[in-house]
RNA sequence: GGCGACGUAGCCAAGCGGCAAGGCAGGGGUCUGCAAAACCCCCAUCAGCGGUUCGAAUCCGCUCGUCGCCUCCA
């Protein structure tokens, strides 16, 4: 397997440390619900962890929520609630919202706000080493000890202050100097610490959680590439200063981000679509295959059309399931050609929208096959297992509950009765008037099927 | 201004040195009482210009256009 580093820049052999691949993608700070941009990048990081276990690796995955920070203080205070109360919600909703997009659940789900005293044991281990410095009751981290710092970026610390966008603050030493400890302002949450009370800075929290949980040195780091600077970047220096150990991470990932229109869609400027609004309008199974159609690295603009061309998709993997397998002669699938193709797709930096193509192909296969009357149940087995993989469901929409399917049953008899009898105007009608309803006919040899659309 | 990525059919999107995957839409067939579904066939020379090579969408250079990061952000 390769994987593209973002560190080196290169596609590499993917070699993991031990049994277990140790992996963490970075979570969402929960100051608001979730948008389909974050939808993206955990999608994407499913896929790969899916994969990953298919090719038969453990996995141990963790993913931060970080619960406290200037956002979700401000968010709160404006509207009114405690801190914890705003992000206990969004937490709740975040997991809601990653059941709904069939993303399967990490191993652990740590808390900054629960992680303070590593915090600070890493904060004071910075210090002890002279990574950091304390002034006015922050800690910064001294962004000059490091040689090495802006290779995740791939930009030296020249070049970002020739951005000059940064501002000076008096207690640094050196205006990239960055926060790892934050003094603790009036009415603000705030814990006890060597340096008196505060909070953590931004990045510490990741490295505090992944030391914790994952151990000095990590197989795969992942997150949206808008995090590589600063946010990883820092993780990098505090991780690597706090340990002695080098590398922090092997194989570093970013997903390329979604847009909506020309710009990126994000919090702050505001353009988003939530995933319950996606979820509303779409399947789960379209988002996916609109998300995965795309490779990882690559940007991805939302549009309608889109979605919907990724749901006219989505029904044709789902008819395949559906359709019978009546016929007794023997396969002549090539199941393995197949499963070689899916393989060597994902083996090559986890090249979902290629895989995607070998599920069409194969959709294509089944049901040419099935209309030569062969049995296709080995092919619908290999489709069902591949597309779990990916993490698609092709659950089609369930039918309508308790009584009324009786009812829709007895209209396709009476139905069936007035096509023998070729009242054919009165049996379209029919057809008619229950697909306005969003009950839709299909007349085959076998017999009339119906299935409720939206 | 610095760093990075990208520009492939009507739309979305793989491929990254050897005769252009896949999805959606469109056209033509088969099947069907008609629909629907499904199957078969058709539909691009890869932003532009120049270079390297037996051979380039794929490598190099320039031009044009777009996006991301450098500040909170998946």
Known sequence: MKITNTLSGLKEAFIPQGEEVKMYVCGITPQSEAHIGHAMSYINFDAIRRYLRFRGYKVRCVQNFTDIDDKIINKAAALGVSISEL???????????????????????????????????????????????????????????????????????????????????????????????????????????????????????????SLRYLGDTLDIHGGGQDLIFPHHENEIAQSESFTGKKPFVKYWMHNGLLRLGEEKMSKSIGNIISIKQALSKYSVDAIRIFILGSHYRSPLTYSPEALE??????????????????????????????????????????????????????????????????????????????????????????????????????????????????????????????????????????????????
């Open 87 to 209: 992000a206990e919600k969004n937490m709740a909703d975040f997991m809601t919202d990653m059941d709904a997009l069939n993303v399967s659940r990490m191993d652990l789900y740590p808390r900054a706000t629960q992680e303070i005293p590593k915090i600070i044991e890493i904060v004071q281990g910075l210090v002890d080493k002279g990574f950091a410095y304390p002034a006015e009751g922050s800690v910064y981290f001294r962004v000059t000890r490091l040689e090495n710092y802006g290779n995740l970026a791939h930009r030296t610390l020249d070049q970002m202050m020739a951005g000059a966008r940064i501002e000076p603050g008096d207690e640094k030493e050196n205006p990239m100097d960055f926060v790892v400890w934050k003094a603790a302002k009036p009415g603000e949450p705030s814990w006890d610490s060597p340096w008196g009370k505060g909070r953590p800075g931004w990045h510490i929290e990741c490295s505090a959680m």
């Open 309 to 454: 061309a990724a749901e006219k998709g989505a029904a044709r993997l789902r008819q395949a399931l559906e359709s019978s397998t009546s016929g007794g002669k023997s396969i002549s699938l090539d199941t393995a050609g197949v499963l070689k193709r899916f393989m060597e797709s994902m083996d090559d930096d986890f090249n979902t929208p290629q895989a995607l193509a070998v599920l069409f192909d194969l959709t294509r296969e089944l049901n040419r096959l099935r209309d030569e009357g062969e049995d296709i149940s080995q092919a619908q087995n290999l489709l069902k297992e591949l597309s779990e993989v990916l993490g698609l469901t092709l659950k089609g929409v369930e039918k309508t509950a308790g009584g009324s399917d009786q009812f829709i049953q007895l209209l396709l008899d009476t139905r069936n009765g007035l096509r023998q009898a070729k009242q054919y105007q009165l049996a379209d009608d029919i057809r008619k008037r229950l697909e306005d309803l969003g009950v839709f006919i299909e007349d085959t040899a076998g017999g009339t099927t119906w299935k409720a659309r939206r």
